[in-house]
């Protein structure tokens, strides 16, 4: 199992979570993981739509209070 | 013994928090119980905000610059000595020239630089304004340009997140002032799937592309340009052509704070309201080298500048902390070349942009003189 980097995003309306995210893939390498905490809403759907888009692999969401946590899995 | 604060960094939000220190520990630095030392790579201070107006004409080279000596105060010990080692278990910066300065505080405010070399391709084939050579040789680009397919490319990170926008609005009122507007096209890309990472941004955007006929494709990551082919090919993998490309190459922070072992990708891991460092508590973070997820902006690092600023000079008159960073951020948006609106926010209340105005421009094009009155402190 890779290694996984938290990013928590919460309450960041600029440049909010899936720039977060696709700012911090670009700092891993394959295989590594990494995990975003995310208060807007949005994100459990747009990161995963782009993750998939892109050809990354989802790792897993969990609803927790007040936020998700969506990790991702670097796959290229 | 005097207390040491050493500033790593000369740029916006050191030379802030230089000037701002001084006017407030006057007393104790006239005694010798406070020196403040400022450590940066150049005796040049850049209005990096002005070189979004170089390519268009609207702004002199020599009114981006000022001697970093005379901006900052006389008080200020300042040395164009890079440093290359931040060792903060041992309270202690190693400069390029040899010297080693201790500290009792530091404050690292390395900032951030464009890597196009990191995308294939792109720096052969893609323009850029975010630092002078590129902006000059935009300029040129557009001076010489006759019509055809215009590429605003958007990567991740970048520091001044409505510049993208920005520079399309201008680039339309540009072409459409000599006469090409209909014989160009302008394609914006953005990586997200919508026009701008804030969502009230990209919901006033929308329309107002649609409203000029600029196109946009969302979810594009660069991956590669060719240079000879004149395309451009996302992560996503849409390929586009293009007769000129004006890309937002993607930043990473200073090579000294990898070099320290203080953040990958340059980024400095820093408490959100502190601004001290993760683990610290004698080093601040200040401006585009933290990994807070807000905006990497001038007006970020300015506000953050002074909380740290608030907080130094009463952690070392008083023994105890001034305030928290509350998030704010201010960012003007140039809606062309002679409108412009604005937003801010923080970390509770989302942005609202307002209806672009030339009032608000001119208040801007005030703000691009002004700003040397913010950097020496008194704004």
Known sequence: ?76 | MAKNIVIVGGGLAGTIVANGLCRQLGEPMRSGEVVITVLGATNTHLYQPGLLYLPFGRFRETDLFRNQRKVLDRRVNFYVDPVKNIDVENNKVATESGKTFDYDYVVIATGSRIRPETVPGMEEGAHWFYDLDGARKLRDALCHFEGGKVVVNVNVPHKCPVAPLEVVFMLYDFLAERGLGDKSEILYTYPIGRLHSLEPVAAWAKPEFDKYGIKYETFFNTKEIDPEAKTITSEEGSTLPYDLLITIPPHTGAQVVEDSDLGAGGWVPTERETLLREGSTNVFVVGDTTNIPISKAGSTAHFEADTIVDNLASLVMEGCWARQYDGKVFCFVETGLNSGTYIWFNYTTPPNPGPPSQMIHWFKLAYNRLYWLSARGLL
């Open chain 1, 1 to 76: 199992m890779g290694k996984r980097t938290k990013i928590d995003a919460r309450g960041a309306f600029c440049p909010g979570p899936l720039m977060e995210l696709i700012a911090g893939l670009k700092l891993i390498e394959v295989g590594d993981e990494i995990e975003v905490w995310s208060s807007d809403t949005g994100s459990a759907k747009d990161i995963p739509e782009w993750v998939a888009k892109v050809g990354h692999e989802m790792a897993g969401v969990e609803h927790c209070e007040g936020y998700d946590s969506i990790v991702v899995r670097k796959a290229k």
